[in-house]
């Protein structure tokens, strides 16, 4: 899209956009830090648009697209944060989209798959059953350290503590049922 203001050319870029996909729904995630000015327009038939400016000079970001087939308007949600603007996207029939755009051929460059999000098709029924109630959260990018750099050598040291299972005899009760117990040869 080219405007023109008095002279001068203002052009609207495209943010980078990552999508991943369900069975029944569509995530969409727009990467534009301190979006402003948002505004967003879902059509059931499946057109998807999107502007908003950032930065110092208010900079235009705009993306108009075609998705695959139709989507549920109503029960679609969005999500704001500092970074990005989600999407949750409900698809109008639960079935797998073999694209996200209803055109084929080679996707725009600023589309791409969302990889943190992202589950094959046979894999979507083991990847809810191993869900544990904290969504699409992955606790290791966290970066806490781990087992990885655990040296248990090291560890162990000559830190003067000694391990008392190889010193102690083993013993066993007596076969007279005195309820003492003797060393075992």
């Known amino acids: 899209m080219l405007m023109f203001f008095w002279g001068s050319i203002s052009v609207s870029r495209h ?93 725009p460059v600023f589309l791409r798959v969302d990889w943190d999000k992202w589950v094959d098709e046979d894999e979507q029924d083991e990847k809810s059953a191993r869900d544990t109630g904290f969504g699409d959260f992955d606790f290791s990018k966290l970066n806490m350290g781990g087992a990885g750099d655990f040296d248990a050598e090291a560890a162990e040291g000559d830190g003067g503590y000694e391990s008392d299972t190889d010193d102690e005899e083993e013993t066993e009760e007596t076969a007279t049922g005195s309820g003492e117990s003797v060393p075992k040869d």
Not at 15 to 34: C, G, I, N, S, Y
Not at 48 to 69: C, K, Q
Not at 89 to 94: G, H, I, L, Q, W
Request: charged content about 30%; hydrophobic content about 40%; aromatic content about 12%.
């Open 15 to 107: 943010p980078l956009v990552k999508w991943a996909q369900r069975a029944d729904k569509l995530f969409v995630t727009v990467e534009l830090p301190d979006a402003k000015n948002v505004k967003l327009n879902l059509d059931p038939e499946g057109k998807f648009f999107f502007s908003a400016t950032t930065g110092v000079g208010n900079v235009p970001y705009e993306i108009e697209i075609d998705l695959y087939d139709k989507v549920v308007v109503d029960e679609s949600k969005v999500s704001f944060t500092s970074r990005h603007i989600c999407y949750l996207v409900k698809k109008a029939e639960s079935k797998w989209w073999s694209r996200l755009l209803k055109h084929g051929g080679k996707p």
